[in-house]
């Protein structure tokens, strides 16, 4: 990182305790010399889906924290989140911490289970909307997919709990498993909505779900586990009626990429935010 900047660079994984599974993100714990180039240029040396930056902490758990693709910021990133608590509480030990996004305020709460951290996540308020129906045609085009291909119980909608993303789900597992789509049709439909990742569905059972999230916008095919959109869908799910108010989701991410996650997905009556958990750990 010496060619642009001194910042001392961490890399963890979230969503797994193995360093080979997961979503790797580059944490910066002390970012407050990077100016937005310079961040952007750290998260594009690093080449993960994202990296977040910390900095003003206020000696009580508080952070600004901001999160870059290798392309652009976006608002909120999910496993970046559980990344850097992480990091924060293999420093500092565990604990409650409250970062400051550009999405809005997101307490994380680090605890200690056996020899593994885990990190949960609350998220700012969620809300789904309709998607349109040319648009829903125009991303199932560049996936190549087909409208018989899709689970007709899980209804495509645009879902957000600090970022949007399109929700489609697959019929089936093998439909989900033949990923291939076309970069750059899908970039510009994201684009033109918004979005920050598309977040493929198959339902296992009652409260268990196979997810991947193409990522074109941010330069990369694919995110191995996309806790922001695991939020969005916890919103998702609970609006629909397709868990009760106060579900326990489980959902499976990154193993057809062969970094396999697991993102929990907690939603509680009465409380409108979703709480994403994870474990993570340090990347050698």
């Known amino acids: 990182m010496s060619s642009h900047t001194a910042a001392d660079v961490l890399r963890y994984t979230a969503f797994s305790a193995d360093p080979g599974g997961g979503n790797p993100a580059g944490i910066v714990l002390d970012a407050s010399a990077l100016d937005d180039a310079a961040m952007l240029a750290v998260a594009a040396e690093l080449g993960y889906s994202e990296s977040a930056f910390l900095t003003s902490p206020d000696g009580r758990g508080g952070y600004t924290v901001r999160y870059f693709s290798p392309k652009a910021e976006v608002p909120f990133c999910g496993h970046a989140t559980v990344a850097a608590a992480i990091a924060l509480a293999e420093r500092d ?76 789900a697959a019929a089936t597992r ?35 779900f ?26 998702y799910a609970r609006e629909l009626g397709l868990v009760p108010h106060d579900a326990v989701l489980t959902l499976h991410q990154g193993a057809d990429m062969g970094r396999p996650g697991t993102l929990t997905v907690e939603l509680r009556p009465g409380d409108a935010r979703i709480r994403v958990s994870g474990t993570g750990t340090r990347i050698g």
Do not use: N
Not at 143 to 153: C, F, K, P, R
Not at 182 to 196: K, S
Not at 210 to 235: I, L, Q
């Open 174 to 208: 093998e439909r989900l498993a033949e990923l291939s789509y076309d970069f750059a049709r899908l970039e510009a439909l994201m684009q033109r909505l918004d979005l920050t990742t598309v977040q493929l569905v198959w339902r296992e059972s009652a409260t268990v």
């Open 210 to 235: 196979h997810v991947r999230d193409p990522f074109p916008v941010g330069g990369v095919v694919e995110d191995p586990a996309t806790g922001a959109a695991a939020a969005a869908f916890g919103a």
């Open 93 to 168: 030990g565990p604990g409650d911490l409250v970062f400051s996004t550009p999405a809005g305020t997101v307490p994380v709460t680090v605890v200690r289970e056996g020899d593994e951290l885990r990190a949960t996540l609350t998220s700012v308020e969620p809300h789904t909307t309709d998607a349109a129906p040319e648009d829903v045609a125009e991303a199932l085009a560049a996936l190549d997919w087909s409208v018989a291909e899709l689970d007709a119980a899980l209804p495509a909608r645009i879902a957000y709990a600090g970022a949007r993303h399109l929700v489609l």
